[in-house]
């Protein structure tokens, strides 16, 4: 296998961490892009990204906090621009499935004249273990809003076996892959599966969308999280084309995606579910 330079950005995030390994161990040469990473590679401070994507051949581009928010366009603008004078071959995108701002920034990348692959993925299990559903259910009480959406939750390893798949073949090239798991669940069903792998009793709250923003304000979270929050809930858990599996897994990589049943189990025995002590 010819070896090559990738820049991971997000590369100790939930799917950029996980590319990181797999290129590792296939003997490629990896630099992680984030803020903790040396150098450092920051979404808000541009100035140095002709430094760090120098020498770079491909690039997995994984946005924060989201493709959303305002500002994300004109970011990744800044990087297809640094990434073209650099001669960068290849970019890969993380998007999200069903969402229009999101798809604003893909056609900046399918336009930018370099080869490139996006990769639209559904909501990840591991928003139950490494993201900010993991503390309500430590505490043993999941209060969410969107309570009957039936989302195609699918698997930051899947993900990650797919990212590095486009990564290494040209055959890939100017595809578009949406990526969900097999089954489609709600919260409460996700979450009656972590009780029942943890042996926990894990209750569930339907909410309404306001009283969701409402509660997250009164824990003073930040403005612009609430928003980003309200904005997943209502745009994307909103949309019905969202409640639907694709098959690009099983075309892609050839297997079926991890099922739900499969991630809590992993988890499970990890102990992290069963940990209150965890600081979140
Ligand atoms: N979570 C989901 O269910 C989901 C679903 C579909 C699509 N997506 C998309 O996936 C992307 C990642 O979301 P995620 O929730 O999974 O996050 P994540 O990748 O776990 O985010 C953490 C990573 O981002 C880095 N980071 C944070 N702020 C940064 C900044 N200002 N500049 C550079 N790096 C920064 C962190 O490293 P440092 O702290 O060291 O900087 C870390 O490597 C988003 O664009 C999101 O829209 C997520």
């Given at each position: 296998?010819?070896?090559?330079?990738?820049?991971?950005?997000?590369?100790?995030?939930?799917?950029?961490?996980?590319?990181?390994?797999?290129?590792?161990?296939?003997?490629?040469?990896?630099?992680?892009?984030?803020?903790?990473?040396?150098?450092?590679?920051?979404w808000d401070r541009?100035?140095?990204?002709?430094?760090?994507?120098?020498?770079?051949?491909?690039?997995?581009?994984?946005?924060?906090?989201?493709?959303?928010?305002p500002g994300a366009k004109e970011a990744i603008s800044e990087l297809v621009r640094v990434s073209k004078n650099a001669g960068v071959k290849k970019l890969v995108l993380l998007s999200g499935k069903g969402e229009r701002e999101a798809e604003l920034c893909e056609e900046i990348v399918i336009n930018s004249g370099i080869d490139y692959t996006i990769l639209r993925a559904s909501w990840f299990n591991q928003n139950f273990s490494e993201n900010f559903l993991l503390e309500p259910i430590l505490e043993g009480v999941v209060a969410l809003p969107q309570a009957h959406v039936k989302?195609?939750?699918?698997?930051?390893?899947?993900?990650?076996?797919?990212?590095?798949?486009?990564?290494?073949?040209d055959q890939h090239n100017s595809e578009i892959y949406e990526l969900t798991g097999s089954q489609l669940?709600?919260?409460?069903?996700?979450?009656d599966t972590i009780a029942r792998a943890t042996e926990r009793e894990i209750s569930f709250v339907p909410l309404s969308l306001e009283a969701y923003s409402n509660a997250l304000r009164?824990?003073?979270?930040?403005?612009?999280?609430?928003?980003?929050?309200?904005?997943?809930?209502?745009?994307?858990?909103?949309?019905?084309?969202?409640?639907?599996?694709?098959?690009?897994?099983?075309?892609?990589?050839?297997?079926?995606?991890?099922?739900?049943?499969?991630?809590?189990?992993?988890?499970?025995?990890?102990g992290l579910w069963n940990n209150a002590n965890i600081k979140v």
């Open positions: 296998m010819k070896t090559e330079h990738f820049l991971i950005t997000g590369g100790t995030g939930k799917t950029g961490r996980r590319i990181v390994d797999r290129l590792q161990n296939l003997g490629q040469n990896v630099l992680i892009g984030s803020r903790s990473a040396q150098p450092t590679f920051d541009p100035h140095n990204w002709p430094e760090v994507v120098e020498g770079i051949d491909k690039i997995y581009i994984t946005y924060q906090p989201d493709l959303a928010v989302i195609p939750f699918v698997d930051a390893d899947d993900i990650a076996d797919i990212a590095v798949e486009v990564l290494l073949n669940f709600t919260f409460e069903e996700a979450i009164e824990m003073q979270l930040p403005e612009d999280f609430v928003w980003l929050i309200d904005y997943l809930f209502t745009v994307v858990l909103g949309n019905p084309d969202n409640s639907t599996v694709t098959h690009d897994i099983e075309k892609v990589l050839g297997r079926a995606p991890k099922t739900f049943q499969e991630y809590s189990d992993e988890v499970a025995k990890t």
